[in-house]
Nanobody
Framework: QVQLVESGGGSARAGGSLRLSCAAS????????MDWYRQAPGKQRELVAA???????NYAGSVKGRFTISRDNAKNTVSLQMNSLKSEDTAVYYC??????????WGQGTQVTVSS
């Protein structure tokens, strides 16, 4: 079993920065991908950024060039550096992981609020 614990988030002004971190515990050696999703009020949950064990990354078009995802395989952590924040980035951000057996895990979510 894998547990994902998020930290970071909070409030920022438009144009500012925030950093999210997620630590995986348990049988985390089996995690193939770790990523960040977000869900804004009244909207579906969407993929923000993903990173594989090998370091390949993928970003949503709306955050490309502003957000950076990074992963430390030794520490089983994944981080999301968010720069040039916009009000539309306001959402609950979730850490997500998928094991090599395609089992999915979710963190509890952390609120990010960007004020203009």
């Amino acid at each position: 079993q894998v547990q994902l614990v998020e930290s970071g988030g909070g409030s920022a002004r438009a144009g500012g920065s925030l950093r999210l971190s997620c630590a995986a515990s348990g049988t985390s050696f089996s995690l193939r991908t770790m990523d960040w999703y977000r869900q804004a009020p009244g909207k579906q949950r969407e993929l923000v950024a993903a990173v594989t064990t090998g370091g390949s990354t993928n970003y949503a078009g709306s955050v490309k060039g502003r957000f950076t995802i990074s992963r430390d395989n030794a520490k089983n952590t994944v981080s999301l550096q968010m720069n040039s924040l916009k009000s539309e980035d306001t959402a609950v951000y979730y850490c997500h992981a998928r094991s090599i057996w395609s089992t999915e895990y979710w963190g509890q979510g952390t609120q990010v609020t960007v004020s203009s």
